[in-house]
């Protein structure tokens, strides 16, 4: 009953929202916004409807979606294996670790002038930003997970005879997965936000693409439909992201909110109830304990 009535909640919140929009924008208000510039929900809607008739809006689609989930994967295999790498070798963490560090901070954006030198085609250049973007939080995500673990699993592998490769998939990968999987959250929100940029730069075809078109030639229902798309196409591939680790990490602990009984109060005048102390049922008196010492 409370699940249903949270997601009433979340419909209501979204409907709320809707309808300020399409009221502000249909009375072309302008306080400190110039909210008239905008078009309203009735004329997002209708143009929504007018691309979901033509196939080009699902080429756009097929193709985001392509390159969203190609960079992605990619950047999940490296990031976990070099986090783990780095965090267990100190030769790897000395070699990669200032490499990695210098590049970290460079936005993926500005990364599109050496994918287009790097790469002969602007698809292979657009799955390579998409991938620098998601690599950092994963790879960053990864290693602070695995350095967090406790020595005495490592340990206990070790005593029944475990070598390198057990401790590896017994202990680092399993007691990390939390941590990975908080970092491939980060990163799929990162890399979408990357490659509609790098659609709107050097693409063709792509959800990023139409957008950007749709600004040029000020079609400004158009870009609101390109906006809605890329918010919903995010929200469904971080919560994909969100459901698979918590299908992989469902023997953690579960902790949920549940809220405290008020304590009562007390009336006026009435005296505080005496403090309990717990007793034991074998206790004895102090006299009887230091006695019992004494002959010992």
Not at 55 to 82: E, K
Not at 248 to 265: D, G, I, N, Y
Request: positive net charge; hydrophobic residues 50%.
């Amino acid at each position: 009953m409370i699940r249903y009535a949270r997601y009433a909640l979340r419909i209501a919140s979204l409907a709320v929202a809707l309808g300020l929009w399409q009221l502000l924008t249909s009375q072309d208000i302008d306080l400190w916004l110039r909210l008239s510039q905008f078009p309203t929900v009735t004329d997002v809607a209708h143009t929504f409807a007018d691309r979901l008739a033509g196939p080009d809006y699902w080429t756009d689609l097929t193709d985001s979606l392509t390159r969203i989930l190609t960079g992605f994967l990619l950047a999940a295999v490296l990031g976990v294996a070099t986090g783990v790498l780095v965090a267990r070798s100190r030769l790897a963490e000395d070699l990669l670790g200032p490499v990695l560090e210098v590049i970290r901070p460079i936005p993926a954006i500005a990364l599109v002038p050496v994918a287009i030198l790097l790469f002969p085609s602007n698809e292979q250049g657009i799955v390579f930003i998409t991938c620098a973007a998601a690599f950092f939080p994963v790879l960053v995500s990864t290693r602070h997970a695995v350095r967090a673990l406790t020595p005495v699993w490592e340990e206990a592998v070790r005593t029944m005879g475990g070598g390198r490769w057990r401790v590896l998939a017994s202990v680092v990968l399993p007691g990390a997965l939390p941590g990975v999987f908080g970092g491939l959250s980060v990163g799929i929100g990162v890399s979408w936000i990357c490659v509609i940029s790098a659609e709107m730069i050097s693409g063709q075809y792509g959800v990023g693409y139409r957008t950007w078109q749709d600004y040029t030639v000020v079609d400004y229902p158009g870009v609101f439909v390109g906006m809605a798309t890329i918010g919903v196409l995010g929200w469904l591939t971080s919560t994909a992201v969100e459901l698979l680790g918590r299908r992989l990490t469902r023997w953690l602990p579960r902790t949920a909110h549940v809220p405290a009984p008020r304590p009562k109060t007390a009336r006026a005048g009435a005296a505080p109830p005496p403090a309990r102390t717990a007793v034991r049922k074998d206790a004895q008196p102090e006299e009887a304990r230091d006695e019992h010492l004494v002959r010992d």
